[in-house]
């Protein structure tokens, strides 16, 4: 299983980047999927996620400017990040929970990572 992310950059403040994410490989189901950052010296942490379902979670730094969409026939989820702050500014990292077989319980599967910097 890979899972592969891409979109970011370098935008200003006020600005809007969207990011995509693939998952691809040996696939059964994917039962969830979202976006974690990690900023330079802070630990990572959970800034969206979507269920296959469509119920979403947003941390309550992000709501408001964030969106988060979940394609289940393609396997991909894309966060639309608007009105962007220096806050924003991290590692992107994409993560899948995905089922490998119908036995399978289940585990979460990360991307590498893509840089989202703001700043004017």
């Known amino acids: 299983v890979q899972v592969v992310e891409s979109g970011g950059g370098l935008v200003q403040p006020g600005g809007s980047l969207r990011l995509s994410c693939v998952a691809s490989?040996?696939?059964?189901?994917?039962?969830?999927m979202g976006w974690s950052r990690q900023a330079p010296g802070k630990q990572r942490e959970l800034v969206a996620r979507?269920?296959?379902?469509?119920?979403?979670y947003y941390i309550d730094a992000v709501k408001g400017r964030f969106i988060i969409r979940m394609d289940n026939a393609k396997n991909t989820v894309t966060l639309q990040m608007n009105n962007l702050k220096p806050g924003d500014t991290a590692d992107y990292f994409c993560?899948?929970?995905?089922?490998?077989?119908?036995?399978?319980?289940?585990?979460?599967?990360w991307g590498k990572g893509t840089q989202v910097t703001v700043s004017s």
């Open positions: 979507i269920t296959n379902g469509g119920d979403t």
């Open positions: 490989g040996s696939i059964f189901s994917i039962y969830n």
């Open positions: 993560h899948a929970g995905i089922y490998l077989d119908a036995d399978d319980s289940g585990d979460d599967y």
